[in-house]
């Protein structure tokens, strides 16, 4: 909270703990075997980041507002691949804009892909993920800088950090 925050459009991934609140992938509904509430992205699915927008920082269907407000989104399926599977992160839930919209955990596009403020890993690995979450277990993401996770790793009883080739 007295740390530096994240802004739209800084191509930082924000740190903090959030609660992740649903996956969203290519597959219709009925065929993936998720807890989580599931999005299906198609044409009509966006992620408005708009901040003037009274759906900033929301994933909307288009299809069903009549006149959207916004003159910015993310249109998620033209997103391409990276979004094939996902889990959406409640950033900013209250929706202050300027405070950063649209952040997700998604597949890993490479190292000519970086990400402009969401947090990605292999396919494999966010496949694992997404069907591991359950939302009884009110999952969330814990994202720190280093030295903010060495200050805080034992009192909130953090695993270790693990790097892998």
């Known amino acids: 909270e007295d740390g530096i925050l994240k802004k739209e459009g800084d ?3 924000p740190a903090g703990v959030f609660n992740l609140s649903s996956v969203f992938g290519f597959k219709p509904s009925d065929s993936t075997d998720m807890k989580m ?5 198609t044409d009509a699915l966006e992620c408005v980041d708009d901040g003037s927008s009274i ?3 929301r994933i909307v269907s288009n299809d069903t507002i009549a ?7 993310e249109k998620m399926l033209a997103v391409g691949e990276t979004y094939a599977i996902g889990v959406t ?3 900013n839930p209250e929706q202050i804009a300027g405070r950063g919209s649209c952040i ?4 890993w596009g490479g190292v000519d892909d970086p990400t402009i403020g969401c947090t990605s890993v292999e396919t494999k690995d966010m496949q694992r993920i997404a069907v591991w979450l359950d939302p009884d277990a009110k999952p ?3 994202q720190l800088a280093e030295p903010d996770y060495q200050q805080l790793k034992e009192k909130w009883q953090l695993p270790a ?3 892998e080739d």
Not at 37 to 41: G, S
Not at 104 to 107: A, N, T
């Open 67 to 73: 006149q959207p407000d916004w003159n910015s989104s």
């Open 140 to 142: 969330v993401l814990v």
């Open 37 to 41: 509430p599931y999005l299906h992205v």
């Open 104 to 107: 997700f955990l998604h597949i």
């Open 55 to 57: 759906y900033y920082n």
């Open 89 to 91: 992160v409640d950033h």
């Open 11 to 13: 191509g930082k991934a």
């Open 161 to 163: 950090i693990t790097v």
